[in-house]
Nanobody, 115 residues
C-alpha cells in the first residue's frame, strides 16, 4: 500500500480556481495509475480525472476543459488544477493510487464552491 496525503482544498467563489496536491510515499510512484475522485453529500464517489504512468489523461465530461491533472514523478506528487469552479464541484476530493496489487486512497480534502 502507498500512503497518500491530499492538500489544497478550501472555500472558493464560483469562477475561481484551486489546485489540489496529493503526495505519495513509496519508491514506485511512477508506476501507479493516479486518479482524483470526488464525493458530494448524498451521492456516490465519482471519477474526476486520472493519469497513467505514461502521462495519458482522461476526465469526466463535467470537468473537461476546466480541470487538469498532472504528475511529478520526481516529487511523488499528483496535482489537480481546477479552474472556473462551479457550485456543483463542491465535494470531498480523494486521491487514488492503483498499482498491480494495490489500491490506495487518501483521506480526502473538502472543496466548497460558494458565494
Amino acid at each position: 500500500q502507498v500512503q497518500l496525503v491530499e492538500s489544497g482544498g478550501g472555500l472558493v467563489q464560483p469562477g475561481g480556481s484551486l489546485r489540489l496536491s496529493c503526495a505519495a510515499s513509496g519508491s514506485i510512484f511512477s508506476r501507479y495509475l493516479m486518479g482524483w475522485y470526488r464525493q458530494a453529500p448524498g451521492k456516490q464517489r465519482e471519477l474526476v480525472a486520472r493519469i497513467t504512468s505514461g502521462g495519458t489523461t482522461n476526465y469526466a465530461d463535467s470537468v473537461k476543459g476546466r480541470f487538469t491533472i498532472s504528475r511529478d514523478n520526481a516529487k511523488n506528487t499528483v496535482y489537480l488544477q481546477m479552474n472556473t469552479l462551479k457550485p456543483e464541484d463542491t465535494a470531498v476530493y480523494y486521491c487514488n493510487a492503483r498499482g498491480p496489487i494495490s489500491d490506495s486512497w487518501g483521506q480526502g480534502t473538502q472543496v466548497t464552491v460558494s458565494s
